[in-house]
């Protein structure tokens, strides 16, 4: 089965095998969120979020995006922790804080990048990709503060104990607060996994049939760089742990498109896009995506055209 | 409504028992190091495990059902529990019992099928390599610097008095590979695909080898381009990352005068010389084969 055209080059066994990599490689990440997803249903006190957050929303906003660096989780295992943390009470802004910033500041990544850039300005790279991160993740909770929850999550999210099963007194022995766990942990990754099936195959779809060498020419120009560079991060959907390893081989690219590479990518690809599905409205999806895709494309544009990111 | 919930409860635990099987299945058949790094292969196996606890808890809640719908109608909830907005789960009387939102039929048959699919095509055992087409999409590297980590292991070239450790393991790992592999016999020297890239940007470790006899394994690529005589072909190998989603094909041209007769991307063990020959203005690996035959995949069939 070949379709061909100029750019676009489809084999499905190729989809195939590229679909179950990326599957088998998410899969963990995935179990581990909705693990600690169940544990935090069972363990955590429905009180404790809100009381261990700064009462000024906009200085817990930031909290919450440096709680990654604390509580490191990975883009595909965040979604279920996330979803989690909103029923237990975290308010969404924070909620959508850390779930953009975590897959960004946690310190394996951090540890990546710097190996990966060794010898191309490691440091600088990693401090800006951690900067803007932050500042992105941030700005982007501060923008949601002002809008109704509603209008962001997606239906029945926050309609409590509509996916468990359980007893809440917390006299049960520890096999059947386990099973409580487990409960929800269960449910939280099958609902995930359905859009993590629908993700990685769009991802598969992408990675596998376009013509990726067709972005080469686009180098020498700055905004078309940071552009592409940006748009191949959402096609290879690659974790955020390794990106790096991968945008330091785009020689020819300069830094500041490597710097949208690695800020968008973690933020939002292609099984991200769907992944978001489990917990959001698809029109808060749409708006994060092209906010996302507008403000680190223009940052990365200024630091590029200030000489600070090369 | 009961009945629902006891089939969606069926239908995840049912669905974990075989993610948890298929998963467990590749592992231990070895079939993960077709998919996954090494690094990440243990997280997939331990996830495998964790899906049958989870089956296991899932189907000891069924097996506990009757208990907990006796202590729901003590309580007067309802099956709607998800329709009762935002009560606090501090405040409630303490010990009830919750119910799980019920996917309609329709909606539990599709995520069935969603879900179901992948091990679809792990039973179908053909996901299992790329073929030319993506190659094409995804260029072939023959400049080490394009590689990622190509600096990290540039440095283990260097420290390495003879081969890269990827290229004994490699070997160690193929099925050719056992006590009369070629090291072992005092035959050709076993090289790797990025041995001879490593070795273009690096005079010191080109001498490890150059002119001498090696053999090299690698799949067989037509050389379209550069190739007036139509006596080159390229031997590649894929480099991944992570998964081979980020597969990125490397090879070397091959020079070999005599007719060939193998598929596109068959597997093809080479023996000849590495010559390093300035084309085009630039450096280049160019293995000058004396004999080309068509070999089994090796068990690895990645380089790292």
Redesign the interface.
Known sequence: M?LITAWF???F??F??????????G???L?GGA?LSGLLEEFL???LMTQLLPKNPRIAIIVSGLLGVIFPVCECGIVPVVRRLLKKGLPVSCGITYMLAAPIVNPLVILSTL??F??QGAWEMTILRFGLGLTVAILAGWIVSCFAPFSILRP?L????????????G?GGMLDR??NA??V???D??DV??YF??GAAA??LF???????IILPLAANPPLAIVSLMGLAAV????ST?DA??A??L?TFPMAAKLAFLVFGPMLDFKLLFLYGAAFSKRFILSLALGLFVVIGLLCWRLSALNLAW | MKNSSFLQGLR??L??LL?GGF?LW?SFAGQ?AT??HPS?QN??T??GV??L??AF??F??LFTRPL?HEHQERHGHHEC??????????E?A????????VDGIGSMLF?TI??L??LA??V?G??????I??I????VVDNI????????GAAVAVSATSLTKSTTSAFQSSPSSDSSSPVASGGPMPLQVIDMLYAVQMPSYRGEFEGKEVELIGQYIPLTTGNPKGDRFQAIRMFI??????AKPVGVTVQYPNPLKVSEMGWVKITGKPTFPMEGGHRMAVLEATKVEECPAPSEPFVY
Request: proline share 3%; charged share 15%; hydrophobic share 40%.
């Open positions: 070949l080059h489809f084999s066994s190729d195939q095998y590229a679909f179950l990599s990326i599957l088998l490689e899969l963990p990440f179990l693990i006190p429905q009180a190996a990966a060794r010898g029945g926050l309609a409590p104990d509509n996916d468990h099963e359980h007893n809440h007194s006299s386990l099973q487990a409960s942990a269960t449910r990754f099958l996994a359905v099936v629908i991802a598969s990675s596998t049939a376009v013509n990726q060498e290879l959907s690659v974790c390794t390893f991968i330091a081989t020689t | 995840d635990s669905m974990l993610w998963v590749l993960l998919y996954l990440l997280y997939t331990a996830a964790v899906f606890v989870l808890f899932g000891r809640s907990l529990c998800g329709n009762h907005q935002g009560h606090d789960h501090a409630q303490k010990g009830h019992q919750h119910h799980r939102a995520k969603l879900l699919l992948p095509i792990i179908s053909k996901a299992t390599a790329y073929s087409t993506t094409q999409n995804r260029g610097n394009k590689l990622p980590s190509a600096k990290a990352t992570c998964c081979a989603a980020d």
